[in-house]
């Protein structure tokens, strides 16, 4: 008999996060009841939940570029970022993001995942270019439009980065892909999978571009 | 050779700066929280391995309790005007991109040395920390070039580092914790009871409908656990293989990859899957916790829509 009383952490989680409670307070109650649940003892879960997290910290590293963003932005980074975008004839906050979507796939497809990211180049970058390029079309944005273009912004990194990854050989969720097929006896080389990444890649290019392009059509019609 | 601990004692330093700096700020009332929060962070990166498990589990939830007890807070204080901004950007012009795009260059001209050339077999980093070790240089070249070039004030790093930080709070660990969840929910056997719940409604004699169970199930499960990384070998041991591979001959390369993808679908709809989600969001000072994740669902959906038609159409051909 399956036991299913662990997955009442599961519900903890979705019901902490829809009714707002500190993200961290929902995920450690959720982790100590999980673990309480499944027959550990305080005690196990207390050390299990900190080995898990002594041995994730590679995860939390990525904030060490903040100091070089942050000292950039004290000389007008930001500012500049606007000005460029605001010089280019045809720029539009579209345009923008589609040129970065498919670099995005691109880089992600060599395996040059980490050149960018939202620390890395959308808070500095982006962002502030998409915004500039928004206001260039529409003057001076209200809060919901400036919040739907960065929110944009980010989701564009993010679909440009997931669905291209997978198709480099030697990233992590391939070689996963075909461990769990090789211990059914299905030997399957990195090659054959990653070539049945790029149908989807170019789905999300297209799918997400053309959100892309009615993002445009919606701003420049906003203007009139 | 350079290992993960090297970067551990530079990001430790980092958020000791990040203590540093928010202790300096004093227009935020609760800065001896976010000082706290962020030394304890650097005691993590330091100290980590000394502590033992029930040591780190007790950081944990001293953290937990001053993020949950809203200790944290942030300041007004901006290094700055935007006058003095704007005047600074006509200054220097395009030459400010030059410090920002090191970091991204650093990285590109890294992982190429280290995958392409000879260096490869010298073994100078771990081959498990090459990404992170290649971010690290390049935040220390971006840093050197900015303070040799611009002159800033000595502790303008640290105070800027730390607004941008402190804009972020609590949300910064979030991902780190969901992957000790992950750890906790693996032990209690988590994964194994969804595959199990799975199984049993299986329905039989319909392809599409298996195909339509395996991409929902991957979808769901990486919803739950924030990454598809553990959805996979679930769903795959519960579906994927017994019934749409063996029973039912699918290709097994279209399968493995875009039930892979169809859980990537799910990785954007989810608020577990913090760095890329909810960590943005923060970063972005969007007022929206979930703006992100709103922009990304219709996106999302039509793709998810799309991987089931390539899954069905191709793997059974």
Known sequence: MTDYWPLLGILLVVAGFALRFNPLFVVAVAAIVTGLLGHMSFLKVLSTLGHGFNENRYVTVIWIILPVVGLLERYGLQEQARTLIGSIRGATTGRLLIVYLAVRQILSALGLTTVAGHPQTVRPLVAPMAV????????????????????????????????????????????????????????????????????????AFLIHGARLVLLDRKLARAAK | MITLHWLYILAGAVFAGFALGSARDETNAKRWGNAAFWALLA????????????????????LVAIAGLHLIGRGTKESTTKDA??????????????????????????????????????????????TLVLLGCGVLIALIVSYAWLRPPALAAVDDGSRLMNGVGWAAVLPQMLASLGVIFAAAGVGTTIGAVVSAVIPSGSIFLAVLLFAFGMVIFTMIMGNAFAAFPVMATAIGIPILIQQDGGNPAVIGAVGMLSGFCGTLMTPMAANFNIVPAALLELKDQYGVIRAQIPTAIPLLIANILILYFAAFR
């Open chain 1, 132 to 203: 500039a390029a928004a206001e260039k079309q529409r003057g001076k944005l209200d809060e919901a439009t400036s919040e739907r273009v960065k929110a944009m912004s980010a989701a564009t990194d993010n679909v440009g980065l997931f669905f291209g990854e997978d198709i480099f050989l030697a990233i992590a969720s391939i070689l996963l892909i075909q461990g769990s097929l090789a211990s059914f006896g299905i030997q399957l080389t990195p090659f054959q999978l990653s070539v049945w990444a790029i149908p989807s890649a170019i789905c």
């Open chain 2, 43 to 62: 005691v993590s990166f330091w100290f980590g391995d000394l502590l033992g498990d029930i040591g780190n589990g007790i950081l944990v939830l001293v």
């Open chain 2, 85 to 130: 901004r704007r005047r600074s950007a006509a200054r220097y012009g395009n030459r400010l991109f030059v410090p920002a795009l090191l970091i991204p260059f650093t990285a590109f001209v890294g992982t190429l040395l280290f995958n392409y050339t000879p260096l490869k077999a010298l073994n100078l980093i771990d081959p498990k920390a090459v």
